[in-house]
């Protein structure tokens, strides 16, 4: 699969949030990367940023909250294109619980670890 393929899939998955919560979303920006960093080989995705919920009055003139998919580990683990579509899901959606300040424990709660 080709990077900008694994990018349609990242963001078909942004267009299965509903609508409700897809307009809560700020200052958020959504990248592709090949690999993650040496000491997490296995990271499929990572937010980081200030989540909704820890912003104050004085949240402002501040850079995007980045949230990273990592396709390398993303393909490792996954052996048919179905998988890659629903990890790819899975992980968007965890990465953008993580913005609205959902942390792992609950997420794996949820299902969506």
């Given amino acids: 699969m080709t990077k900008r393929e694994f990018e349609v899939l990242v963001s078909d998955a942004l267009d299965m949030i509903p609508p409700e919560l897809a307009h809560l979303i700020d200052n ?4 592709v990367e ?3 960093p040496p000491d ?10 200030i989540p ?6 004085s949240y402002f003139g501040v850079l995007p909250d980045r949230i990273m998919v990592y396709m390398g ?3 490792r683990m996954c052996e048919t294109r179905e998988q890659v579509v629903e990890e790819v899901a ?13 942390d792992d ?5 949820l299902g969506w670890g």
């Fill in 73 to 75: 580990p993303t393909l």
């Fill in 105 to 109: 424990a609950r997420l794996h709660e």
């Fill in 40 to 49: 997490s080989p296995e990271l499929l995705g990572l937010y980081d940023g």
């Fill in 52 to 57: 909704l919920t820890e912003r104050g009055d």
């Fill in 28 to 31: 958020v920006a959504v990248f």
């Fill in 90 to 102: 899975t992980t968007v959606i965890h990465e953008v619980a993580h913005h609205f300040g959902i």
């Fill in 34 to 36: 090949v690999e993650p």
